[in-house]
């Protein structure tokens, strides 16, 4: 983008922000997805997603077994699908027969919920974690398939026919509004998943359009005007298509009539049939992402293979802080966010290696972060023109990814990634996934003559030159080995660049 463009677009920008305020959505597609994703979420990149719930009290799914649901948080439904196949080598099994060995058969899912009483929980505390951790937004499970709200939900107790929330049962308080204040008190954008079904639910099991009507939408339209969030991850909703959810009729409200109808983002998981096609940014969960930038999309994944704190998981199953860094770089430089799922205990603590692990890619983030935030993607950067990492444009759910791999030790036929590549309007910045030395050459950029390149951290000018349209920089040994311990590092090209012109 020229420089004169970027001016006239951010002129432009405040009447294009009023014009949307004024913006009336009718309850169709058609209308909705005229939409456009705020900005705020596109410039964030970094965000973490909190699944916490009654699952966090059992917190067990087998790990490293085929054909096994490795989410400790469908507990319940593990156990219940182990119980009926009353076979330990089906899916779901060996989540009974932990049951079984350690709580007994007769001992109900139910009787987990006054077990999770929270002891431990600080908001205050989960909050600092996050903002050392770099992130700009949270999304917390406000609700999961389990139909447990971390709200007081009167729709939850009546469909129920029991006290189904926090406040009325375990940990006897609002934890949901209690983080989200503690969060906007220190400028985090605080947000919530909702799950649209819930797997045991009497209504929905009996007569799935009166759990929409008289249970799904009130309590939606509840959650909204308590918790005031300003991202919803909207889940559970590949059983019915969006016709049949209403969720057309709900977006209408929340776009013209809820509290944060101008700031709120959305999904896209809002009928069997939206997923990559309507609603807000797409999502992906377990896998490489989306190919390119054109829509606002986000990866999310735990640290481990589940989202739910998982008991069963040992260090081996976590992906270590430089790991979880370059998947960070990786979605950013095309296109994407980041949701970085952390699984708190039943008593309500953030495990010590998940808070590790959020500190590390903070520590890289706050020298580095200008080259993350506010970013756009780089077209034609060379890890993907070389065809260094295998391109899924709406592949999801588990498919194979190993950044380090591509970094480190790329597999025969493959190029070893050089340089993530991203961009603001008078800036390339080139991320370097390893201590840089001697020559770096970056492909496919136009720049002028005399184009001033130095480290982003510690501001060293470096030598840098343009040859047959490569950009070629030059990092002496006596500059790189005074450069500070990081998994990557930023080399800052400065303005009148732009992406080669391919024939």
Request: overall charge neutral; charged content about 25%; aromatic content about 12%.
């Amino acid at each position: 983008m020229r420089r004169r463009e970027f001016l006239q677009m951010s002129a432009a920008a405040p009447l294009a922000m009023a014009a949307a305020a004024d913006t009336r959505y009718e309850p169709n597609w058609e209308s909705l997805d005229r939409r456009s994703c705020p900005k705020w979420y596109t410039d964030a990149k970094f965000g973490i997603f909190i699944h916490w719930g009654v699952y966090s009290v059992p917190a067990y799914a087998a790990v490293g077994v085929k054909n096994q649901n490795p989410y400790a948080e469908w507990y319940w439904n593990s156990l219940t699908s182990g119980m009926k196949a009353a076979n330990p080598t089906n899916p779901g099994g060996m989540t009974w027969e932990y049951h079984k060995r350690v709580y007994g058969a007769n001992f109900s899912y139910f009787d987990f919920a006054p077990m999770f009483r929270a002891e431990n929980y600080d908001p205050e505390h989960w909050a600092d974690v996050f903002v050392r951790s770099g992130a700009k937004y949270v999304a917390l499970t406000s609700k999961h398939h389990e139909g447990f709200t971390l709200w007081r939900s009167q729709e939850a107790n009546r469909a129920w026919g029991r006290a189904w929330n926090a406040v009325d049962t375990g940990p006897k308080r609002d934890v949901l509004v209690d983080l989200m204040e503690a969060g906007r008190r220190k400028g985090l954008k605080m947000g919530i998943y909702y799950s649209l079904y819930e797997w045991y639910n009497p209504l929905y099991l009996s007569d799935k359009k009166r759990y929409v009507a008289e249970h799904m939408m009130p309590q939606f339209k509840d959650v909204v005007q308590h918790a005031r969030p300003s991202i919803i991850f909207s889940d559970g909703e590949w059983e019915l298509p969006s016709e049949e959810w209403r969720s057309p009729e709900l977006l209408a409200w929340l776009f013209n009539e809820s509290s944060i109808r101008d700031e709120v983002v959305i999904d896209e998981r809002w009928g069997k049939e939206t997923r990559h096609r309507h609603g807000g940014y797409y999502t992906t969960e377990y896998t490489s992402g989306m190919q390119s930038g054109s829509h606002p999309w986000e990866e999310s994944r735990g640290m481990g293979e589940s989202y739910g704190y998982n008991r069963m998981e040992t260090l081996k199953d976590y992906h270590s802080g430089r790991e979880l860094l370059l998947m960070l770089i990786d979605t950013v430089s095309r296109g994407g966010n980041l949701l970085l799922d952390i699984g708190p205990t039943g008593d309500g603590r953030i495990p010590v290696i998940m808070e590790e692990r959020l500190t590390q890619i903070g520590d890289w983030l706050r020298p580095n972060g200008e080259a993350i935030y506010g970013t756009q993607t780089w077209r034609n950067a060379r890890q993907w023109s070389a065809g260094n990492i295998p391109k899924q444009e709406e592949k999801e759910f588990r498919a194979e990814y190993d950044i380090t791999k591509m970094v480190d030790a790329p597999p025969p036929g493959f190029a070893r990634v050089e340089a993530f590549l991203t961009a603001k309007e008078d800036a390339v910045y080139a991320i370097v996934p390893r201590r840089p030395v001697g020559e770096l050459v970056i492909d496919d950029i136009q720049a002028p003559a005399g184009v001033r390149v130095t480290m982003l951290e510690g501001g060293a000018a470096v030598e840098a030159r343009v040859e047959r349209g490569q950009l070629r920089i030059t990092i002496p040994e006596r500059l790189s080995s005074t450069l500070p311990d990081r998994q990557a590092y930023v080399l800052k090209v400065g303005q009148a660049v732009s992406p080669a012109q391919r024939p």
